[in-house]
């Protein structure tokens, strides 16, 4: 289905370990739900290993300068962002994978799709860039209406940063209506990658162990999880 | 120049889509460009270059690798350490560029300067595809760069190379031996043989990207007389 290449090294790495990623807005739960996910197949036996969005120690430093004093435009957060996640991914998910793990992560590419594509970089060239990465044997999306979202982040959270409210893309000086905007064009990304990379749309407005309970019968379903059990 | 008629600059382009919020028609002046290994005279030649035009009246702004406010210092320190795999040194190698394309070129062309890149996204290339990187891949990346209005390369066989480096630095740097390859334990021979696919890869884009070959192995007077008739057909 992927109509890029991807390097035999990566394929490898599909066979031996599997990948289950989680995406969604801010707010729409996904990170409540992977993380009974990974309790779940930890107190199972199973080698599981999680990983999230944040920065490698390497990269950390230029992003937070970066960010600071407001130097990034839209190519250069992407790219920034992209270094990141390669050092991530080269020295940590696709060791797991190749090592046989089932490796969970909270946001992965698609979470550079749909928020580079809404401050306007060629969607194209995105995901070119991050070609060099594996697409996820179950990619979750917790789907949760626009304004549930936003408003727990805004109930939730006392002031916004500057790039997590999208202010640099100059579509108001209100940092809680950039953020709305921002995020509503993210959501309608999202929605167009569910369709065109398969993800399990997850009702995030069902109650929690309603969600987790759809989440454990899918991973039960899509993978031979009697491969990843512990020895001994 | 008194008297001197001014050509229109040939309409400008991208490899492949331009950096949002650019577009290749506000895009004037010259974008000319220096490539050639470390101790092919490069940075000489940039200096005299630089030093013609400004004679000439044109307004020049020199960029090369590793020269962002963004990235640059992060950069040298992940080099130290070789603690990058190949795509993060690639990317990270990308994010100086386009920090310096938005920040530094871009601005400089639409205000009619003449852009001097000591080194650009060919060396980069080049560096990624001895390393196994995937063309296709390096190629998307590098398609929001303008297309240069001329590209020098400076060709200086390998054993000239090694005899310049070893007087400069009195030893060879690890990644212009490509230590980080393991080609070879012993530095000399890694770097005679990194020199040398650098040089193959270079001579696939040449034509591909219509490179105007200069020899090296001259004075750099000799060399400079060469690169500035050509800047002269371009630049009135």
Wanted: glycine content about 6%; overall charge positive; aromatic content about 10%.
């Amino acid at each position: 289905m992927q109509s890029y290449r991807q390097s035999s090294q990566a394929q490898e790495a599909v066979r031996s370990g599997v990948l289950v990623a989680v995406e969604g807005l801010d707010g729409s739960g996904k990170s409540t739900q992977v993380y009974l996910l990974k309790r779940w197949l930890e107190i199972e036996g199973y080698r599981v290993f999680f990983t999230e969005w944040n920065s490698s120690v390497v990269v950390k430093k230029a992003t937070r300068k970066g960010k600071k004093a407001q130097l990034l435009t839209p190519t250069t957060f992407s790219l920034i962002h992209c270094t990141d996640f390669a050092d991530r991914y080269e020295r940590q998910v696709l060791p797991l994978l190749r090592a046989g793990y089932i490796v969970l992560a909270d946001r992965y590419i698609y979470t550079a799709f749909v928020r580079d594509a809404a401050r306007r970089c060629d969607p194209q060239w995105v995901r070119n860039l991050y070609s060099f990465a594996v697409h996820p044997d179950i990619t979750f999306f917790f789907r949760v209406p626009l304004e549930t979202a936003v408003g727990r982040i805004l109930a939730g959270r006392p002031k916004l940063k500057y790039h997590e409210a999208g202010m640099d893309l100059g579509f108001s000086t209100d940092p809680a209506e950039s953020f709305r905007i921002f995020q509503g064009k993210i959501h309608r990304a999202y929605l167009a990658c569910a369709r065109e990379y398969d993800f399990e749309v997850i009702d995030g407005t069902l109650s929690i162990e309603r969600q987790q309970q759809i989440v454990r019968q899918t991973v039960t379903k899509q993978i031979d999880l009697a491969r990843f059990k512990r020895r001994g | 120049m008194p008297g001197a008629r001014r050509a229109a600059p040939r309409r400008k382009r991208f490899y492949g889509t331009p950096p949002p919020g650019v577009s290749a028609a506000d895009l004037k002046g010259y974008l000319i460009v220096i490539e050639g290994a470390d101790g092919s005279g490069r940075s000489s030649q940039t200096r005299l270059l630089t030093q013609w035009l400004e004679q000439n009246g044109h307004a020049t702004v020199n960029v090369g690798l590793r020269r962002s406010t963004l990235v640059s210092a992060e950069l040298n320190a992940a080099k130290r350490g070789n603690v990058l795999s190949r795509t993060t040194m690639s990317l990270f190698y990308a994010t100086d560029f386009a920090d310096q394309l938005e920040n530094v070129m871009i601005p400089a062309m639409r205000a009619g300067f003449v852009v001097l890149a000591d080194r650009y996204i060919y060396t980069l290339m080049a560096r990624d595809l001895v390393r196994g990187g995937d063309p296709e891949w390096v190629e998307s990346l590098y398609g929001i760069a303008p297309v240069p209005d001329l590209v020098f390369l400076l060709r200086v066989s390998p054993r000239r190379l090694v005899q310049r480096n070893l007087e400069k630095n009195l030893e060879l740097d690890f990644w212009e031996s490509a230590m980080d390859v393991a080609i070879s334990r012993d530095r000399f021979d890694s770097f005679m043989a990194y020199q040398k696919m650098i040089a193959r890869e270079f001579t696939r884009m040449e034509e591909k990207y219509g490179f105007y070959p200069v020899n090296g192995n001259r004075t750099p007077t000799a060399v400079a007389a060469t690169i500035r008739s050509r800047v002269a057909e371009l630049v009135h």
